[in-house]
T-cell receptor, first 116, second 112 residues
Framework: AQSVTQLDSQVPVFEEAPVELRCNYS??????LFWYVQYPNQGLQLLLK??????LVESINGFEAEFNKSQTSFHLRKPSVHISDTAEYFC??????????????FGQGTTLQVKP | KAGVTQTPRYLIKTRGQQVTLSCSPI?????VSWYQQTPGQGLQFLFE???????NKGNFPGRFSGRQFSNSRSEMNVSTLELGDSALYLC???????????FGPGTRLTVT
């Protein structure tokens, strides 16, 4: 069975410092990979995705993630965080195949707390 | 395009009652998925509908059911509510497999 592990439940960091949120997945078949962000009392917003092609994907607000097939990882990074980045971040996988339509498997989430 | 909308945003129900939640997907999206989010279990997949057919289902009891209409709007029903059903219920729409899912703001259900 597929699973997603987010290695840190909480990551405290000072403003303007770099940050890495770690995500590992377990799957014997091909997957699509996603990072979502959730602000308090809101739904999930798509941050970035890996479907195919370049293993390094970037978002419009400075986040990037690299798909590493050999290490089955999809870590999220940002070189300089802002107070407004404080939120919960979820890594998710979608298994390729007709029996897995519409299903995202989520990690437990990482709370990023940016301190001034 | 308008985003995914969910109604109502908040609900308080009593044990034993039933509840219906509604989700309107992004225009043109035919796939709608439902998730339950709780502090203890995290985000769990309930089911997915595409063109009015349930194509995939998670590991939830039969009290949880859904349907999709010809305009792709979807409803989720929970019968005989239990305290453990208190959660944020999220729906998401997509253009199909291989495409990303876009989430609505969720419906916060509290069962007392």
């Amino acid at each position: 069975a597929q699973s997603v592990t987010q290695l840190d439940s909480q990551v405290p960091v000072f403003e303007e410092a770099p940050v890495e949120l770690r995500c590992n997945y377990s799957s014997s078949v091909s997957v699509y990979l996603f990072w979502y962000v959730q602000y308090p009392n809101q739904g999930l917003q798509l941050l970035l995705k890996y479907l195919s092609g370049s293993t390094l994907v970037e978002s419009i607000n400075g986040f990037e993630a690299e798909f590493n097939k050999s290490q089955t990882s999809f870590h999220l990074r940002k070189p300089s965080v802002h107070i407004s980045d404080t939120a919960e971040y979820f890594c998710a996988v979608s298994v390729v195949g007709s029996g897995n339509t519409g299903k995202l498997i989520f990690g437990q989430g990482t709370t990023l707390q940016v301190k001034p | 395009k308008a985003g995914v909308t969910q109604t109502p945003r908040y609900l308080i129900k009593t044990r034993g009652q039933q509840v219906t939640l509604s989700c309107s997907p992004i225009s043109g999206h035919r796939s709608v998925s439902w998730y339950q989010q709780t502090p203890g279990q995290g985000l769990q997949f309930l089911f997915e509908y595409f063109s009015e057919t349930q194509r995939n289902k998670g590991n939830f009891p039969g009290r949880f059911s859904g349907r999709q209409f010809s305009n792709s709007r979807s409803e989720m029903n929970v019968s005989t509510l239990e305290l453990g059903d208190s959660a944020l219920y999220l729906c998401a729409s997509s253009a199909g497999q291989g495409w990303e899912q876009y989430f609505g703001p969720g419906t916060r259900l509290t069962v007392t």
